[in-house]
């Protein structure tokens, strides 16, 4: 079945200072969902069947990236349909959300060169998250990562149980999918660049900018794909 | 009583202020003189020559004048565009400094109703230890902005000279699309309009930024002109943003006007001027950061993130709501009113009543000699470039190895480029690619300040400037539709200094006028001078044009082995006047004049070649700027995957000027062998130059006959462009 066909309903939660909700509805929209805008002061979520935290620099990355929007009146709510197993995709500066708020493992902290970057990473799937169809692996996707706070770091000794438990989505690797430390751009542990627990997702590349082979890459459009639960895309 | 050399005048410009008043101005009154008739907002030196420029065009919507320039893009959007300096504040205050220039550029074309997509910069360092502690600051503060307001930096231009040490130059571009004919700006506003200031509260910061800053030269007192610098706060810049957009939308305002450069003071003047009428401001109603802000420093502070709107009574409560909306401090602070006056009043208290035709237009200005622009029909005499007369490896290495050429990724690597996801061709290009609409027109992006063109002649080195931007645009056959200007020069008190700069304008405005593409605004930055050491004449180029198919640019990189490699249009006269290797070699020399008729030609059959391209065989193209054809060819192969080689035959007295010569308007072209013959006959029949100079191979080197051979490894080449023109000698 399509997703034109299922016609899944993807809330999209905008703080003050997002700025990358207008791509992600974008890519929603191009994938065939209906993408629903939601407001960071609701207290109630409506009836969606996914959530999308994007990217941006909530309440202007003052005080830590995301630490202000993890306290934000949506939260709760977001909080509560993670629970109850709604599928939720944190994307850069919602991924920083999400672990600010406890809902992911880890925290993201400064690039330890003290320096933006963006370019196009490689990025090697190393466990597939729930619910996610048609990526395996060793996979590999090309994708895209613009941040300034996106240094990975778990607590002493938790490193081991994420690989265990299998919630180590995707580490920064050479193109041949090797991971070493001259493939990390950021000074993530393990090369962590995403991480998954339940039904929560959370990754630092952007793949609502990578949609198209003409914008330097479509594995954006893989993932996002896979996260529906939808098998298309191929193997690279 | 405040003295009028305190706010910047001249003693002849306050008595023609008491003649046009026909009394003595109180103090607020001279402040307000100061900032508006200073160079940076009267642009009394420079309008002169700016009349040279030509602004009409076929997609002109809205030319010189506005917060920005306005061209047509399609039936369905308008694109506003405009450069803009921030020089001085940079050396000052390196990460506030450009972090500004950033987010005030973007405001003006907010201020147009446009939303912003795309930010160029054109950055000038200095060599010492404090210029590279100042680009790390200036690059910092760039991306610190863009980044988080989410508008994608795209393409730029990066150049070095010991003359930018205490000078470096931040000229930003910024281009918006709005929706096409949507009209707003500062001149709609109407008597009994309400006058909102929204964003930040206004604060101490910045206050004769413009009079006193950015209109004078350094000395050693500068560093004490810190505070004069503003800070940005891209996260109010974002909300200013929304708000904006979303009144202009709604159509809930008559007239808007962003605060810059002598904040309040320009802005009210501004709109009360273009728009005809009269405003009263009361600065008791502008909410303040801190307690005990005089009026002078309310009406001289240049807080940034504030806006100045117009609206209707009738529809005020939905715009207060609307502002409500994004949680933005705003307030009632004055009326428009029918007349022509700025008054202040603090409650019931008259402080200033000001003919706003006075205030912004009565400046005494500079006035040219008749003769003056005969003085730029011949290149000045100075020294020639040198003529090397044998080619050889280490001359290729430090050319791609010059700080000129070498690679930017370091640079742009720290911005956001691909935000908005419409960027096709990103800053590792020669020019941006945006797509504006699936399967339908892109929009082209190029800059180019090529300074060291204009050194010795500034006129040559202005057209050259137009010819360069306008080249990467015919590469892939795109319309252009405007260009911009950013102007940067000496002290124009001093003559010479003073000719220099016009030069540059002249130049610029003839090659417009040859090329036909208007120029719809610009900034001009003077003063950029320490010491009593000047900077070299600068012009940032800017241009926007139309690409007719964004999802597959003509690539810029060979694509197999067996390629013929040839040169459309090379010069008739070679000289490495201006050039890389002319430094290198220790003589500048003065960059060549263009001949115009056959580079107008050169570059229409570039862009006819550019939307044809499978009927004469254009495989891939690239324009040839600073660094000479050497460079560009260097950069085709090295970026191509897998890499490529060239196997080149070339003249032996005259190789190296072939390859290291940066006459604009010559282009590397990449062709199939087996259409040969149509690519002959078409350049033939254009009366046009095509010489073929060898071909791709698939060894990862370029391999040079002339007299004898040369070769360089890509390998050697990469490192020389990564790591400098130096490396293989170290290592």
Request: avoid cysteine; hydrophobic fraction near 30%; proline fraction near 13%.
């Given at each position: 079945m399509t997703l034109e066909e299922t016609r899944q309903v993807v809330g999209i939660v905008v703080f003050p200072g997002s700025n990358c909700d207008q791509d992600t509805i974008q890519a929603i929209m191009d994938l065939g969902a209906i993408p629903r805008v939601l407001d960071y002061r609701l207290r109630q979520l409506p009836a969606i069947d996914r959530l999308i935290l994007p990217g941006g620099f909530s309440y202007g990355d003052y005080l830590r990236s995301g630490a202000l929007a993890a306290a934000a009146p949506i939260m709760d709510a977001v909080g509560e349909a993670a629970t109850a197993g709604m599928p939720v995709l944190g994307i850069c500066n919602g991924f920083q959300i999400l672990c600010e708020r406890g809902l992911l493992p880890g925290a993201l902290l400064p690039n330890p060169h003290g320096e933006f970057v963006c370019r196009l990473e490689t990025l090697r799937v190393t466990a597939v998250p729930s619910g996610f169809q048609g990526l395996s692996v060793g996979d590999r996707l090309a994708l895209p990562i613009a941040h300034h706070e996106g240094s990975y770091r778990v607590s002493d000794g938790k490193l081991h149980e994420l690989f265990e438990q299998g919630q180590v989505f995707l580490q920064y690797s050479d193109p041949d999918g090797v991971v070493h430390p001259l493939t990390n751009p950021n000074g993530s542990v393990a090369n962590i660049a995403g991480v998954t627990q339940g039904s929560v997702v959370g990754l630092?590349?952007?793949?609502?900018?990578?949609?198209?082979?003409?914008?330097?890459?479509a594995d954006g459009r893989r993932l996002l794909q896979a996260w529906f639960g939808q098998k298309g895309g191929h193997g690279c | 009583m405040l003295t009028y050399a305190e706010v910047g005048l001249t003693l002849s410009e306050y008595q023609e202020i008491q003649r046009l008043l026909s009394r003595n101005p109180n103090d607020l009154e001279l402040g307000l003189f100061g900032a508006l008739w200073s160079e940076h907002c009267s642009y009394k030196n420079s309008k002169p020559f700016l009349a040279w420029l030509p602004n009409q065009g076929p997609f002109v919507v809205q030319g010189p004048g506005g917060n920005a320039g306005v061209v047509l893009f399609n039936q369905d959007y308008d694109v506003a565009f405009k450069i803009e300096s921030h020089n001085h504040p940079s050396y000052v205050e390196p990460v506030q400094g450009a972090a500004t220039g950033v987010g005030g550029i973007l405001r003006d074309i907010i201020a147009m109703g446009a939303r912003p997509i795309a930010v160029a910069d054109v950055l000038k360092f200095g060599t010492n230890d404090k210029a590279r502690a100042l680009r790390q600051g200036i690059v910092e503060g760039i991306g610190a902005y863009g980044n988080a307001i989410g508008i994608p930096t795209v393409t730029g231009s990066v150049g070095y000279s010991a003359l930018y040490d205490a000078n470096p130059l931040v000229n930003v571009l910024a281009v918006g699309l709005l929706p096409h004919l949507q009209h707003i700006g500062a001149d709609g506003a109407k008597p009994g309009s309400v006058l909102l200031l929204m964003g930040q509260a206004t604060g101490r910061?910045?206050?004769h930024g413009a009079s006193l800053l950015a209109s004078q030269d350094f000395g050693t007192?500068?560093?004490?002109?810190?505070?004069?610098v503003q800070v940005g706060d891209p996260f109010m810049g974002k909300l200013l943003m929304e708000a904006t957009l979303r009144i202009v939308r709604e159509g809930l305002a008559d007239a808007v006007q962003d605060l810059g450069a002598a904040g309040l003071t320009s802005a009210l003047a501004e709109l009360a001027y273009a728009s005809h009428v009269g405003v009263s401001l009361d600065v008791a109603a502008v909410p303040c950061?801190?307690?005990?802000?005089s009026a002078y420093d309310i009406m001289l502070s240049e807080t940034q993130e504030r806006m100045l709107l117009s609206i209707p009574e009738a529809n005020l409560e939905a715009a207060l709501s609307a502002i409500e909306t994004f949680a933005l401090p705003v307030a009632e602070v004055g009326r428009v009113m029918p007349g022509d006056f700025l008054r202040i009043v603090c409650e019931t208290q008259l402080l200033a009543d000001v003919p706003t035709q006075v205030l912004v237009a009565s400046c005494p200005r500079q006035v040219l000699a008749d003769?003056?622009?005969?003085?730029?029909t011949e290149p000045p005499v100075g020294e020639s470039a040198p003529v090397p007369l044998t080619l050889d490896h280490d001359l290729g290495l430090r050319v791609i190895g010059h700080p000129d050429c070498q690679d930017r990724s370091p640079i742009y690597q720290r911005y956001d480029s691909m935000i908005q996801v419409r960027t096709v061709w990103g800053p590792q290009h020669d020019s941006a690619i945006l797509r504006i609409g699936e399967g339908a027109d892109g929009l082209q992006i190029a800059v180019a300040a090529p300074s060291r063109w204009a050194l010795m002649d500034s006129v040559a080195g202005g057209y050259g400037a137009v010819v360069d931007v306008l080249s990467r645009i015919a590469t892939q056959g795109s319309v252009p539709l405007g260009l911009t200007d950013g102007i940067n020069g000496g002290n124009p008190d001093k003559p010479e200094e003073y000719q220099r700069v016009a030069g540059l304008v002249w130049g610029i405005a003839q090659a417009a006028q040859d090329f036909g593409v208007p120029v719809t605004g610009g900034n001009v930055s003077l003063h950029n001078e320490t010491h009593s050491q000047a900077i070299w004449p600068t012009a940032a180029l800017g241009v926007v044009a139309r690409h007719p198919h964004p999802e597959t640019?003509?690539?810029?990189?060979?694509?197999?082995?067996?390629l013929k490699i040839a040169v459309l249009n090379p010069p008739e006269e070679l000289s490495l006047g201006g050039s890389v290797l002319a430094e290198l070699l220790g003589r500048i020399g003065a960059y060549p004049r263009i001949v115009p008729d056959r580079t107008v030609q050169a570059l229409r059959l570039m862009g006819d070649w550019a939307r044809d391209p499978d009927t004469v065989g254009l495989l891939a193209c690239r324009s040839v700027g600073i660094g000479g054809l050497f460079v560009a060819l260097a950069r085709a192969l090295m970026s191509a995957s897998p890499e490529y080689g060239a196997d080149l035959r070339l003249s032996s007295d005259r190789a190296a000027l072939e390859l290291f010569n940066e006459t604009a308007g010559q282009f590397l072209v990449f062709l199939d062998p087996s259409r040969q013959a149509t690519w002959e006959h078409s350049a033939k029949r254009a009366g046009m130059t095509i010489a073929i100079l060898g071909e791709t191979t698939d060894s990862p080197q370029i391999k040079i006959q002339a007299g004898r051979t040369v070769t360089w490894e890509l390998q050697a080449l990469w490192q020389a462009f990564r790591e400098g023109g130096e490396y293989h000698r170290v290592g």
């Open positions: 630092m590349p952007h793949p609502e900018r990578a949609m198209a082979e003409y914008l330097g890459s | 910061d910045g206050i007192e500068t560093e004490a002109m810190r505070p004069t950061r801190e307690t005990g802000m003769d003056f622009v005969e003085r730029f640019p003509i690539p810029d990189r060979p694509s197999g082995k067996g």
